[in-house]
C-alpha cells in the first residue's frame, strides 16, 4: 500500500495540477466527482451491481468499492475479482473529452477513441461506467461553474530524522526528494506498480517542502549519509531561539542562558551541549514554575550524562548547579 509520505505527495500533485486547470476543466471535474460519489453510494446501498456495455444486452458486473475508491468487477471469464479498476481521475480526464452520452454512443472504435484520452486501461469498463453516469444523473453542461484552485506549498516535517531509517522513509524515492528531479519530467514506475490498480508514475512536486529536525549531539547523526545530507540546506536553531520561539518568560531564559554559558566554559562540551527551551515546559507547553524540581528530575540526570567519565565531573556539575541557581534576572 501506499506510504505516508506517497500519499502526501498525491494531495499535493493533485493541488499543483488543478492549479493549472482553467475553470472549463474544473467545472467538467467537479460535475464527474458529482456524479461518481452518486454512483459509489448506489453500489454501497446495493441499489446497483450492472452496467450497460455498448454491446447490446451486454452487461458488466460490478463488485464493489477497492481500497483507492475505484470501482472493481467481475471477470467474465472466470469469476473472479479483475485486477482493472475504474478511478475517478481518468474518468474525469474522459469527461473532459466526451462530455455527453450520445457521444459515447457515437464511438465507432470504442477501445481506441478511450485508450488514445487515458493511455492503457480495460476502455470497456470506462465507458460503460462514464455511460451510466450520463444516463442516470445528466450529462456534463457547460452553465456550471467551478473556483479556481489556488496552489498551496505542502511542508512534510519529519522529526528527529536522523533516528529513522532513511531507506524505510523514502525507499526507492530517495533520490526523487532532490530538487533536480522534481516533477513529472522525473516521473518513474515504482517498483510494485504492477500491483497497484493504475499504471501511473510517480513523482515527488515542486510544492512539496521537507523539513527534517535533529539534534546534532546525538549519536544516530553519524548514520545520516552524506547522499541525505546534500539534498538538504542547513538551519542550526541555537538554545536562545528556540527560547524565543516558546515565549518563555525571562526567568526561565536567564537560567538557560546562565547555565549554557557555564557548559561553553566546560572542555569537552561546548554549545552543541546546551540546554533548549523545551526544558522549561511543562507536559501542558507552559512555562515551568518550579525550578528545583526541573533541575532535579530533567536537568540533573542529563548533565551528568554529560559528564560521564570526565576529569572533575563532579566539580563541573556544582558548577553548573550553581550557575542556574543563581542566574540574574535581567
Known amino acids: 500500500k501506499n506510504g505516508v509520505f506517497k500519499e502526501f505527495c498525491e494531495k499535493a500533485r493533485k493541488n499543483l495540477e488543478d492549479s493549472l486547470k482553467d475553470s472549463k476543466t474544473l467545472s467538467v471535474e ?9 454512483l459509489i453510494e448506489a453500489i454501497q446501498n446495493g441499489e446497483i451491481n450492472t452496467v450497460e456495455l455498448k454491446t447490446p444486452g451486454k452487461y458488466a458486473i460490478i463488485l464493489g468499492q477497492s481500497g483507492r475508491n475505484n470501482i472493481q468487477f ?4 472466470n469469476g473472479r475479482i479483475s485486477e482493472h479498476t475504474v478511478s475517478l481521475s481518468r474518468l474525469q480526464q474522459l469527461g473532459n473529452e466526451f462530455k455527453t452520452q450520445a457521444q459515447l454512443e457515437r464511438l465507432d472504435n470504442l477501445s481506441q477513441s478511450i485508450r488514445d484520452v487515458i493511455g492503457g486501461c480495460n476502455a470497456t469498463w470506462y465507458w460503460a ?3 451510466h453516469l450520463y444516463k442516470t444523473y445528466g450529462d456534463v453542461t457547460d452553465n456550471a461553474t467551478a473556483n479556481k484552485v489556488d496552489r498551496k506549498n505542502y511542508v512534510f516535517v519529519i522529526d ?13 524515492l530517495f533520490f526523487s526528494i532532490d530538487p533536480s528531479y522534481r ?15 493504475t ?28 547522499a541525505m545530507r546534500r539534498r538538504f540546506v542547513w538551519q542550526e536553531i541555537t538554545a536562545e531561539e528556540s527560547a524565543e520561539n516558546m515565549n518563555l518568560p525571562k526567568e526561565c531564559k536567564a537560567k538557560m542562558k546562565s547555565l549554557n554559558d557555564k557548559i561553553s566554559g566546560i572542555e569537552g562540551l561546548g554549545s552543541s551541549y546546551h540546554i533548549g527551551g523545551a526544558y522549561f515546559l511543562d507536559e501542558d507547553g507552559m512555562s515551568i514554575k518550579d525550578f528545583e524540581e526541573t533541575w532535579n528530575l530533567r536537568l540533573e540526570p542529563l548533565l551528568r550524562e554529560y559528564l ?15 550557575a542556574y541557581e543563581n542566574a540574574v534576572n535581567n
Open 308 to 322: 560521564r567519565g570526565m576529569p572533575n565531573a563532579d566539580n563541573n556539575l556544582n558548577e553548573l548547579r550553581k
Open 160 to 172: 528527529e530524522i536522523n533516528r529513522g531509517e532513511i531507506s524505510k522513509i523514502f525507499g526507492e
Open 74 to 77: 467481475k471477470r467474465p471469464s
Open 129 to 131: 461506467i462514464l455511460h
Open 30 to 38: 467537479q460535475q464527474i466527482e458529482e456524479k461518481y460519489k452518486r
Open 199 to 226: 499504471d501511473e508514475k510517480f513523482y515527488v512536486p515542486e510544492n512539496v517542502y521537507i523539513i527534517g529536525t535533529m539534534n546534532d549531539i546525538d549519536r544516530s547523526v553519524e548514520c545520516f549519509d552524506f
Open 183 to 197: 516533477g513529472a519530467k522525473s516521473a518513474v514506475y515504482t517498483q510494485y506498480t504492477n500491483m497497484h490498480e
